[in-house]
């Protein structure tokens, strides 16, 4: 299997500026989700369009030396088994910061980790 990228996220403060902004740049089309929570879908498959998400700095996301990540981009490599990804990240020198997680009723897992110069990258598996 390849490992495309497939989503992203952008974490902002005023969330609500950031989706009017990137909306009318590229013609987005978006969801609000909840107060201040934006999803955003790029362009169609056969276009090569991702998901995209905006939102606010809040408590769930994962810390670095207790420091909220704001004001940050993150993207998510999609994988076919991401507990073997993230054994071999941490035997690469990379810092798992979430674990694998079960994200949906669908059974997506979701996990994050710091590479060895500190960016944060999520991982996407479509179900366990």
């Keep these: ?12 403060e005023d969330s609500k500026t950031l989706g009017d902004f990137y909306r009318s740049v590229f013609d987005w089309e978006w969801t609000e989700y909840a107060e201040g929570y934006y999803g955003f879908e ?16 809040n408590d769930e996301i994962p810390l670095v030396d207790n420091v909220p990540f704001a004001n940050t981009v993150t993207i998510y490599v999609t994988v076919e088994d991401i507990h073997a990804t993230v054994e071999k990240l941490e035997s690469l020198d990379g810092t798992i910061l979430m674990p694998p997680t079960v994200v949906s009723d669908k059974g997506e897992l979701l996990a994050m980790f710091l590479d060895p110069i500190g960016n944060r990258i999520g991982l996407y598996q479509l179900k366990e």
């Design 1 to 12: 299997m390849e490992n495309p990228v497939t989503k992203f996220e952008i974490v902002g």
């Design 42 to 57: 790029t362009g169609s498959e056969s276009d090569n369009g991702i998901e995209g998400h905006i939102y606010p700095p």
